[in-house]
């Protein structure tokens, strides 16, 4: 009778506690929500008191300026992000995942003075490489080209290393001497035994650099200028400055840009948001 | 016999050097990209940073034309009245650290086993995270627009005549700003929380429940205190963020109104690149890495130290 007390107020508990964290998290929602809803309404509506979470009248007039291609040519700064981003990726994906693969499991002489070098980069901030970087692209001849953007990424990012080394460090020693027995040189090692054996590491690197390149702003911001070259968050924020009224269409925009990276976290999150926490805390 | 044996010696020590040269050649091919990058993007930008911070560089210069002028960029520093706005700013911003992370803390433990759904809530809660600052600035515009968005006409019609002027107030800016960088961190912080709650043994509970505490106490006289090696990383993290950290302010307010959103991280972009003092910007940022490293230096020795 006491125990089956004790339980009830438990249960009671824990609808309370879920109750409070609803709200804290509809509240914490609220900023998507009055996106996605003004997006629907014409820049009139947009404001009207009370708030009409679902617009009387869905008013797609936003949408049509963004895609219309009409007065900006919104297809090309999607075009220009999903081509860095995804450039941006495949170079993270190379260079930090070799990278991990030899600190981890090469021994060559100079390995661990080297990686504590390049671990210590992180500690570094990214103002004092700014501008030097600036000046690398300006004598390379690439500033406002695109190639700026995913350059960088080529050339082994620091925490995507690191976070490599950590899953590649968990492939048995046993296994990778087996294949040398039969002959395998260390590319064949690499590709048939470790890299699918990490590859909740690698779905990691590939969201988390994904997420990051997609919403890259600080490098196109210095070093594009051509509008046409402009990425989707440059293109939002030049928008903003210039469409100040026309907030429609920037949330229309606004919508449109993150619409990309819902669908894929909601998509994938269970597969590796442990992995996600974990490795932020190693890091 | 003996030649014999310094033989085989040496036939295995050749051996062995051979596997060793082989292992070398395959090491830094592998990591040939990563040292390049380490090499022209850290080593050189660093030294060349160093060197330009003592300089008059500028944008607008050839590189041959700038002049060495000594430590005269780091003792402007002091009589730079942008320079010190940005870095009492810089403080004020500090105010976002301890909310958000007693937030976070707060929603990891309700989401360790105290709640329903909490997979969901765990999702909702990392979505801010992952949004481009962007997108979310022009929805943070349109909400705090001061004649017409949605928190003003709510605190108008509960009867607030004059309500904040908000992004564009000198005095409200900062907190506008502060809740935006609340709202964009506390999800993530509550992940890394929640991994470290996961690492809290379930009997240490068991037992506190056995002897009659509540979940507040327990929440103040386990939790916390288990959790204190996370929150100590968290703060000093988010700590060294506050300073860095520049891309959302450009984005929300370039700084204004005035100089009241500034942080140091800012005001090293908006002297290189708008001012295009890139001399001067070098020396600023050697001063915020010196900060920094302070920040890293508490960290390492209070880690070591503790035995965390």
């Not at chain 1, 996106?35 to 949408?63: A, E, L, V």
């Not at chain 1, 026309?246 to 619409?259: G, Q, W």
């Not at chain 2, 907190?175 to 993530?188: E, Q």
Request: glycine letters at 6%; proline letters at 4%; a positive charge.
């Amino acid at each position: 009778m006491n125990n089956e007390g004790y339980k009830r107020k438990k249960l009671a508990v824990k609808i309370f506690l879920t109750v409070i964290m609803a709200i804290v998290s509809f509240t914490m929602l609220l900023p998507f929500l009055w996106m996605i809803s003004s997006s629907f309404k014409d820049s009139f509506s947009m404001f009207d008191y009370p708030i009409k979470w679902i617009p009387d009248k869905f008013d797609f007039s936003g949408y049509k300026k963004v895609w219309g291609g009409e007065e900006v040519d919104f297809l090309r700064f999607f075009m220009n992000s999903i081509k860095t981003t995804a450039l941006s990726v495949l170079g993270t994906f190379i260079s930090c995942t070799l990278g991990g693969f030899a600190y981890a499991k090469i021994r060559f002489r100079g390995r661990n003075g080297l990686f504590l070098a390049k671990l210590s980069t992180m500690m570094i901030p990214s103002q004092i490489t700014m501008l030097p970087t600036f000046m690398i692209f300006k004598w390379l001849g690439i500033l406002d080209t695109h190639i700026a953007i995913w350059l960088p990424f080529f050339l082994g990012q620091p925490f995507g290393t690191f976070l490599m080394r950590q899953y590649f460090q968990k492939v048995p020693d046993e296994m990778l001497d087996s294949a040398r027995i039969d002959g395998a040189g260390y590319l064949r090692m690499f590709k048939d035994i470790a890299l699918p054996l990490a590859q909740a590491g690698v779905s990691v690197l590939v969201f988390l650099y994904f997420v990051w390149s997609w919403n890259f702003y600080e490098g196109p911001l210095l070093y594009i200028h051509s509008t046409k070259l402009y990425t989707l968050p440059l293109a939002i924020k030049f928008f903003t400055d210039e469409y100040q009224t026309n907030y429609t269409a920037i949330m229309a925009a606004s919508v449109s840009m993150t619409v990309p990276v819902l669908i894929l976290f909601i998509g994938l999150q269970r597969f590796f948001i442990e992995d996600i926490t974990s490795s932020g805390l190693k890091g | 016999m003996r030649t014999k044996l310094t033989s085989i010696e040496l036939e295995k020590r050749k051996l062995k050097r051979r596997k060793q040269l082989k292992e070398d050649i395959a090491g830094y091919l592998f990591i040939l990209p990563n040292l390049v990058g380490f090499l022209v993007f850290t080593m050189f930008a660093v030294v060349f940073s160093f060197l330009m911070s003592f300089t008059d560089w500028s944008l607008i210069k050839k590189l041959s034309a700038v002049k060495w002028v000594g430590l005269k960029n780091y003792i402007d520093l002091f009589s730079d009245k942008w320079f010190q706005a940005s870095v009492i700013n810089n403080l004020w911003f500090l105010l976002v650290v301890p909310v958000t992370i007693f937030l976070a803390m707060i929603f990891a433990f309700l989401m360790n086993d105290k709640i329903f759904f909490k997979k969901g809530f765990r999702t909702i809660l990392y979505l801010p995270n992952i949004t481009s600052t962007v997108a979310v600035s022009v929805v943070w515009f349109t909400l705090f627009n001061p004649r017409m968005g949605p928190v003003n006409q709510l605190l108008m019609a509960l009867g607030v005549d004059n309500p904040p002027q908000w992004l564009i107030s000198t005095v409200w800016a900062k907190p506008c700003i502060g809740l935006l960088m609340i709202w964009k961190s506390v999800g993530y912080y509550s992940l890394l929380y929640l991994a470290a709650l996961q690492g809290i043994p379930k009997q240490l509970y068991e037992s506190a429940t056995m002897d009659g505490a509540s979940g507040v106490k327990q929440f103040f006289k386990i939790t916390i205190p288990l959790l204190s090696p996370t929150t100590f990383m968290l703060t000093i993290l988010s700590v060294m963020n506050n300073f860095k950290d520049w891309s959302l302010i450009q984005i929300m307010t370039e700084g204004g109104p005035g100089t009241s959103t500034y942080n140091i991280g800012y005001y090293i972009y908006y002297v290189a690149f708008r001012k295009s003092r890139m001399g001067y910007a070098s020396a600023i940022s050697w001063v915020l890495l010196l900060i920094l490293m302070v920040f890293t230096i508490i960290r390492f020795y209070v880690e070591k130290k503790k035995d965390f």
